[in-house]
């Protein structure tokens, strides 16, 4: 069974930078759209960033544009997410999901990596 594995996440401060990485283990699959999704705490799950590999499109939610960049293999299924300035509002739980469907739905999430960032 294909899962989703994230990698990167860790305590930084006010400024700082870092690199999500999210690699299917188990077998590989075809995705059509890989995305980030972060959870900061007591607050809901929300989109932060997507790529669609068909058309090498990306999306950004308004929070990150121009902080964060999605990049990633199509072939192999990973996607990064490059983090810069990062503030303490951007404190979360950070999940990387695959839709192999189609290009609405994601339908694979990976467990979350943590992502503090201190003031």
């Known amino acids: 069974q294909v899962q989703l594995v994230e990698s990167g996440g860790g305590l930084v401060k006010t400024g700082d930078s870092l690199r999500l990485s999210c690699a299917p283990s188990g077998s590989s699959f075809r995705t059509y759209v890989m995305g980030w999704y972060r959870q900061p705490p007591g607050k809901e799950r929300e989109s932060v960033a997507s790529i669609n590999w068909s058309g090498g499109t990306s999306y950004y939610a308004d929070f990150v544009k121009g902080r964060f960049t999605i990049s990633g293999d199509s072939a192999k299924s990973t996607v990064n997410l490059q983090m810069n300035n990062l503030q303490p509002e951007d404190t979360a739980v950070y999940y990387c999901?695959?839709?192999?469907?189609?290009?609405?739905?994601?339908?694979?999430w990976g467990q979350g990596t943590q992502v503090t960032v201190s003031s």
């Open positions: 999901a695959a839709a192999t469907s189609g290009v609405t739905d994601y339908d694979y």
